[in-house]
């Protein structure tokens, strides 16, 4: 009963967080240009079936060192080959589908910031070495036991690094790697023009983009509750934390963006990768303050990023994954101390050098791979199929078909 139980709440887990990759989808869909919205949609769910296809034969190997090259009745429990035994009733299987899930966001982050010019294929080549590769090297040393980073860290710091749900193993991953993807990408056609001005671009369906958010945010309890990972080991604790920093990254982006409703939605996406880290061991109100500050800092750094260092982040995924995703790590170290009504256990220390090797390695990564797309096959679509759409482009169709057959 205990191992069907536990199967049935990581997969109900994997099923929230698979939901979430809609919400990827449309709040890219709703922040691009009417040409560029069926692209969109097929590159969320592409990302996410050659994701399945390298983690399952090789990031779940170099994460955790597990392979599913054996029968069924090996891998769902049933019996034990050569020693090798597996989890009751295909917990296993399960947990690969959760983490899975998890391994996928990268890309979906990552397809936000280079929106509207990036080349098809291309993309998919890095998805599948971001997810087979660099992204569960990453995870192994955090959530598993790769080169003995956390014993290291803990014999220097007093405590492992802390990231119970990926504000750094999942969220700035993605966005740091996203940085060096927009940067050697460049700016849209006409985004900044050579006399200093900066061109709006305004999203082309706030309800679509509102939808995305909302998926997202329903989405995200599993992302964290169900990171438990058995029954047994859930608390409510990580129910209402990201509830309230949900709230406050709300309320902040909305006073911060002067009621923009694009800051407002993200600002709430802004709290919720900022608590992931710390949301088993902080209290609510640390919850909180943790959502103010990335509703702020999301709103923040989205201007710099866009209006002073001209940085073409379509969806501005590096300020709202790389940067609260990198506070969020960083907090847990604040907020989860028992001096700030947390539950002990981590130290500053710790969550300092945690958060930034994952932001060195995702940086240099994201810049090593899109640089090498770049220099052998190209990145970037051409100036007019650019300027056509990528729906067109790419898909030969729009998401309006009707109009194209009334023009």
């Known amino acids: 009963m205990q191992a069907g139980m536990d199967v ?65 009745s090996v891998i769902t429990g049933s019996t034990a080959v050569d020693g090798v035994s597996f989890a009751k009733n295909g917990f296993d299987l399960v947990k690969f589908f959760f983490l899975l899930t998890f391994a996928a966001a990268i890309p979906a982050i990552i397809s936000g910031g280079i929106a509207e010019r990036f080349k098809f294929w291309p993309q998919l080549i890095a998805t599948a070495f971001l997810v087979a590769v660099v992204y569960p090297m990453f995870e192994g040393m955090i959530w598993g036991d790769r080169f003995g980073y956390q014993a290291w860290l803990t014999d220097f710091a007093g405590a492992p690094f802390h990231d119970f749900a990926g504000s750094i193993v999942v969220h700035a991953m993605g966005g740091w790697l996203a940085l060096g993807a927009v940067v050697m990408l460049g700016a849209r056609l006409g985004r900044y023009k050579k006399d200093g001005r900066i061109i709006g671009i305004p999203p082309s369906n706030i309800p679509f983009l509102a939808l995305g958010s909302w998926i997202l945010v329903v989405g995200w309890f599993g992302f964290n509750v169900m990171s438990a990972q058995s029954v047994e080991g859930v608390t409510g604790l990580v129910a209402i934390n990201p509830l309230m920093a949900l709230a406050g990254g709300i309320l902040a982006a909305l006073v911060a963006g002067k009621q923009d409703p694009g800051f407002i939605h993200n600002g709430a996406l802004a709290g919720l990768v900022a608590v992931c880290a710390g949301s088993d061991i902080m209290h609510p109100i640390g919850a909180l303050a943790v959502g103010v500050v990335a509703g702020g800092l999301f ?31 960083i907090a847990a170290g604040i907020f989860g101390l028992k001096s700030f009504g947390g539950l002990g256990g981590v130290t500053f220390t710790a969550q300092l050098i945690g958060s930034l090797t994952g932001v060195v390695i995702a940086t240099i990564s994201g810049f090593l791979i899109y640089g090498a797309l770049k220099a052998t096959i190209g990145i970037r679509l051409i100036p007019e199929d650019e300027y056509r759409g990528a729906d067109l482009s790419l898909h030969n169709i729009s998401a309006y078909p009707e109009e194209d057959l009334q023009a």
């Open 8 to 72: 049935f709440f990581v997969l109900m887990g994997a099923t929230m967080v698979l939901a979430m990759h809609a919400g990827f989808a449309f709040l890219e869909v709703g922040t691009v240009r009417r040409k560029n919205q069926v692209n969109a949609l097929v590159k969320i769910i592409t990302d996410f079936a050659v994701s399945t296809l390298a983690y399952f034969f090789i990031g779940y190997w170099v994460a955790y060192g597990v392979q599913f090259f054996a029968s069924a």
């Open 299 to 329: 709103v923040w750094f989205f201007n710099l990023c866009q209006i002073k260092w001209k940085i073409d982040d379509v969806l501005g995924v590096w300020p709202l994954h790389g940067m609260c995703g990198l506070w969020g790590g």
